[in-house]
């Protein structure tokens, strides 16, 4: 029998309408315009601000982009998984809560929570679902309302993140496309440097965590910058070695975006031109499991069948990796 390989068919994505930009946040914190774009490189975030809506508002809208675009009925989905750290709520998973408002009733669904690299394990994840020859269209949506957790007084997080989502379809094919390989990696006692205090089965909410903003992102930024660096560039180096990729054959860096000095440090040691790196940064912020998927949204007419890819992460827990991707069709 052949090998099944599992390729993205179709790309969908949602951001909301309200644009934060860096002239509002320097009103609520101290802070300028042109700290946030040398440190960072991010001009604007999109909010989500409808009370009452979550997360799987705006990851239902990137479904529902995908299914048009893919031409796909709801009860053709076998699978959808959703990647998030700002679920609707603390369950159910906000998979299901995505599957009902969408109309996928022949399906199963859950959630994966990996920090920033939510989207990467979750392709590693909804590809072996593809690869086992059981499932045939299987829904991977990233979406995050990093607004929902983010201290608009803290000005060491308030400029980083915006709120976004962005979903793929994989489907198999015994054509010689799609995940390639993938190194994924995890150091947990990174958890120090960057989590949510309370919320959780260790510190439930309390009248006392609500007054000390422990239900926010607490992040040290420099022991997680320096991480990062390292940890996004040295496997996607290894990536490339191992594949004897170079700027000649690799076709995109597809990184997360969570500062762009990262993004050009992780570039600069895979000595890739900067033409080939996706970067959006400016205009989203960090959208944890939204910058992947919006990335591939907004390039997706550039991409030729065969480039090679590779999509690299680094984010809380901490997690990183990279995968490597030969994509599968050229845009309409
Ligand atoms: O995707 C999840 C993973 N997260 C990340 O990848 C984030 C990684 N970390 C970073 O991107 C950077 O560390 C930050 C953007 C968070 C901070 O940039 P930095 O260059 O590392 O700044 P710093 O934390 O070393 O702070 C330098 C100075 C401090 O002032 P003092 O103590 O030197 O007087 C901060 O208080 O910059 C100050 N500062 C600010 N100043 C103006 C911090 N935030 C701001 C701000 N505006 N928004």
Avoid at 57 to 71: G, H, I, P, R, S
Avoid at 115 to 133: E, I, R
Avoid at 240 to 248: A, S, V
Avoid at 286 to 307: I, M, R, V
């Amino acid at each position: 029998m052949d090998k099944i390989n599992a390729i993205i068919t179709g790309i969908g994505a949602f951001v909301p309408e309200y644009i934060l930009t860096n002239e509002e946040i320097s009103k609520m914190v101290d802070t300028t315009d042109e700290w946030i774009m040398t440190r960072i490189g991010i001009k604007e975030r999109h909010i989500l601000k409808e009370p009452g809506s979550g997360t799987s508002d705006m990851a239902v809208k990137a479904v529902e982009q995908l299914l048009k675009k893919t031409n796909t009925s709801p009860d053709e989905i076998d699978l959808l998984i959703c990647t998030t750290v700002t679920p609707d709520m603390q369950f159910p998973a906000t998979a299901n809560i995505i599957s009902d408002k969408v109309g996928i009733i022949n399906a199963f669904s859950f959630d994966i929570n990996a920090g920033c690299s939510g989207f990467l394990y979750g392709m590693s994840v909804a590809s072996k679902f593809v690869t086992s020859g059981q499932y045939k269209k299987v829904i991977l949506v990233g979406a995050d309302k990093m607004s929902s957790i983010v201290d608009y007084t803290d000005r060491s997080v308030s400029p980083i993140f915006g709120d976004g989502a962005g979903a793929i379809l994989l489907e198999p094919t015994t054509e010689d496309y799609g995940f390639v390989d993938e190194i994924l990696r995890v150091d947990g006692s990174g958890r120090n440097h960057l989590h949510q205090k309370a919320g959780g089965s260790i510190k439930p909410a309390s009248h006392e965590s609500v007054d000390a903003r422990e239900h926010f992102i607490y992040q040290e930024g420099q022991p997680v910058f320096k991480a990062a660096v390292k940890g996004m560039a040295d496997v996607s180096v290894e990536m490339m070695e191992k594949h004897n990729l170079t700027n000649e054959n690799l076709a995109w860096l597809v990184p997360h975006q969570a500062n762009l000095r990262i993004i050009d440090a992780t570039a600069n040691r895979m000595n890739l031109a900067r033409e080939k790196v996706m970067i959006n940064i400016e205009r989203y912020g960090n959208t944890t499991d939204g910058t992947l998927p919006l990335l591939l949204w907004e390039w997706e007419k550039k991409l030729k069948k065969g480039d090679n890819i590779i999509f690299a992460t680094f984010g809380a827990g901490f997690t990183w990796g990279a995968i490597l991707y030969k994509w599968a069709y050229d845009a309409k």
